[in-house]
């Protein structure tokens, strides 16, 4: 069977070569309004979509469960779907303490449970995205836009250089991506079934909340409301650029004092993400970037580093996936290592130095997954503790990139070396100040939604 493409909104099949982005978040007013915005969208981008030069613009979208309540959905099918999406996002789980705590989200401007429905915008300019927007924000009369920034503005991205990869810590994303099967030709080697990624197809291996099928009709339209949709985990993260070059510039140097200044804090700044910064992963080349391996993700862990003598066992990259690494029994018997599309960009102007401008950078990223609770909520999980994996010496020890005040996690990032164990004290680059959970619905979904469907 091959999947109807045109009914999967575009974000989930592939990225977008766009460089600015911009993310509409609305609180709904009535149903009728909100069936009302619906209507009025411009045209979704969908998977089959070529996205031929002439498309200046692209918009996708995305509704919360307060959302699908908002638009009036009936009760009975509201109560199908699975606690991790209905609930309030998991703070234990997610390590969102302090700085990040939920009740200082959005810059304290609305609750999240405000949050009804995000339209996502991707243009090739400035006039491109103002003037997709405008039909948009027409459209929403009689809802609520709600504005997070400080500025009183939406969520904005935009790549940091003319082509898109860059992020704010200097490194360069898009390269680890899972393999999809997105038919149901037999799985090759390295690749994922799409219902890892696709609801509505459910089988006793891969099931999909809500399934479509049962005595329950209400729990089968349930089914067929996110048929050909997906979860999104929408994380809106404030980097402290300034304090992350401070860090290695200190730290690099005591870490790595046989080398000079600079090439001991660009190591220290492979070590923590698992690659160097123009990508080239440390298993494949330790002691340098190689621009040749510097889109390479062909490399494991069990045979080429047991010993994270190249790669530390707790950087980036090794703890979001750790490819052949031996996992814990149970882990292994509840899916083994889970897998999300991720798609984002930076906001904010790009900084180098040391002395912070006062301005809001960071990243905008959105997890996309069937099963919250078993490939999100597992990666966050293992990013707070690592004690996913016997392989790891410190079952407390954390991610260097999450937000660092998760209870009974250790701040001690270990690099082992040929001559002995070397360890740095991590403080907090990243702070989380906002995030919601939304369905990105099928195409057909979205149009029987505005048509007062699901009542």
């Known amino acids: 069977m091959a999947l109807d493409l045109t009914d999967i909104q575009g974000l ?30 411009a045209p979704l981008t969908n998977a089959a979509d070529p996205l031929s030069s002439t498309r200046e613009s692209l918009l996708n979208v995305g509704i919360t469960y307060g959302g699908l309540k908002a638009l009036g959905v009936k009760t009975s099918i509201l109560k199908a779907f699975p606690d991790d999406f209905r609930d309030e996002p998991a ?31 991707f243009g090739k300019s400035v006039e491109a995205l103002e003037q997709v927007t405008a039909i948009v924000r027409t459209a929403a009369v009689g809802n609520q836009e709600l504005l997070p920034t400080i500025k009183q503005g939406p969520i904005e991205g935009k790549w940091l250089g003319d082509t898109p990869g860059e992020l704010h810590f200097g490194y360069h994303d898009g390269i680890s991506h899972p393999a999809i099967r997105w038919d149901d030709d037999p799985i090759q080697e390295g690749e994922v079934d799409y219902r ?15 399934p479509a099928f049962g005595s329950d009709p209400d729990s089968v339209r349930a089914g067929e409301l996110v048929r050909n949709g997906t979860y999104s985990i929408f994380r809106w993260l404030h980097q402290d ?36 910064r123009d990508g080239t992963p440390l298993v494949s ?37 750790p490819r052949d690494q031996v996992l814990n029994h149970l882990i292994t018997l509840t899916g083994g290592v889970p897998r999300v599309i991720r798609r984002g960009t930076p906001y904010g102007p790009k900084l180098t130095g040391t002395v912070d401008d006062g301005e809001e950078r960071g990243l905008v990223g959105m997890f996309l997954c069937a099963n919250i609770r078993r490939q999100y909520y597992k990666l966050a999980a293992w990013m707070k503790v690592n004690d996913f994996s016997p392989a790891f010496p410190n079952q407390h020890a954390q991610d260097p990139l999450a937000n660092r005040k998760t209870p009974d996690a250790s701040d001690q990032f270990l690099i082992p070396t040929a ?37």
């Open 12 to 41: 989930i099949h592939h990225f977008y070569p766009y460089p600015m982005t911009r993310h509409l978040l609305f609180q709904i007013g009535n149903p009728a309004a909100g069936m009302n915005l619906l209507k009025n969208l």
């Open 91 to 121: 703070q234990i789980t997610m390590g969102d303490f302090e700085a990040s705590n939920p009740s200082k989200w959005w810059n304290g401007k609305f609750k999240t449970q405000q949050v009804h429905l995000v339209v996502h915008l």
């Open 196 to 210: 890892h990624f696709i609801l509505g197809y459910s089988t006793g291996e891969i099931p999909s909340t809500p």
């Open 241 to 276: 650029v300034a304090s992350f070059n401070s860090f290695l510039n200190t730290e690099g140097p005591k870490v790595f004092p046989e080398l000079s200044l600079k090439d001991a804090e660009e190591l220290l700044a492979a070590k923590l993400m698992g690659r160097w």
């Open 285 to 321: 080349s330790p002691t340098a970037p190689n621009t040749a391996l510097s889109k390479s993700d062909n490399f494991g862990y069990a045979l080429d580093d047991p010993d994270g003598l190249k790669c530390p066992f707790s950087a980036h990259i090794r703890v979001t996936n």
């Open 419 to 455: 001559t002995g164990d070397r360890t740095v004290t991590l403080p907090d680059f990243v702070i989380t100040k906002g995030t919601a959970f939304f369905l990105l619905p099928g195409l057909q979904t979205l149009q029987k939604l505005a048509d007062g469907g699901f009542r």
